[in-house]
């Protein structure tokens, strides 16, 4: 299993299965739209993945993926399910999903991980950097809770479009560029007589068009 992103890849030559993923970054850095990217690549993969969010954003995130993988979702290539799980203390709930994503974890709703290893083959957790002292501070581990850090058998940082590789357990740490991609798609919707102009948001690794 792989993140579908080439330069990240390369750190992790024997896949990610049964791995905890920790992805930070200070507020507005793409976090969420690198997970999302990551998750609809391990999709693609043909992986059934469960993404929670704790912000309640589960709709919003659907309607993202279905502007960016539009027909393979409506002919049931791959499965994605959204599921707004609250600011709760404890996500214990078995998915029936292989690969889990938990989205909107901050410093005061660091909720409690109960997932049985034999159930989940990858568990990544996107978790939001207060705002630090000074602007432009790239993080680093200690940013992190310490539960979270050690719980985590890699840790990714996005920061200033680049995917800082800080901790990877048996392999190599580093620093790969990425490229943002904002466009606008036209896409209709003949079974409601109505079209929309959608924002399309996604990474792509620097050397790949």
Do not use: W
């Not at 393979?72 to 600011?87: A, C, M, S, T, W």
């Not at 889990?100 to 901050?106: P, Q, R, S, W």
């Not at 290893?117 to 957790?125: D, G, I, K, T």
């Amino acid at each position: 299993m792989f993140t579908g992103f080439q330069d990240i890849d390369l750190f992790f030559q024997h896949g990610l299965d049964g791995k905890h993923i920790v992805l930070a970054g200070h507020p507005g850095t793409g976090k969420t739209t690198l997970a999302l990217s990551m998750a609809i690549n391990i999709a693609l993969d043909g992986y059934d993945i469960a993404y929670l969010s704790l912000d309640g954003k589960a709709d919003a995130l659907s309607l993202q993926a279905d502007i960016m993988v539009f027909k393979e979702l409506r002919q049931g290539k791959i499965n994605i399910k959204f599921y707004d799980v609250g600011r709760r203390g404890e996500i214990s709930r078995r998915y029936g999903e292989s690969v889990v994503f938990i989205d909107g974890i901050k410093k005061q709703n660091n909720p409690c991980f109960n997932f049985p290893a034999a159930s989940v083959a990858l568990v990544v957790l996107v978790y939001e950097i207060p705002v630090p002292d000074h602007l432009g501070k790239m993080p680093i581990i200690s940013d992190l809770p310490a539960e979270l850090s050690s719980l985590a058998d890699a840790v990714l940082f996005l920061h200033r479009g680049n995917v800082i590789i800080a901790k990877n357990d048996g392999g190599p740490v580093g620093i790969v560029g990425l490229s943002y991609l904002e466009r606008y798609i036209f896409r209709e919707y003949p079974e409601f007589g109505n079209c929309y102009i959608e924002k399309y948001r996604a990474f792509k690794d620097e050397n790949l068009i």
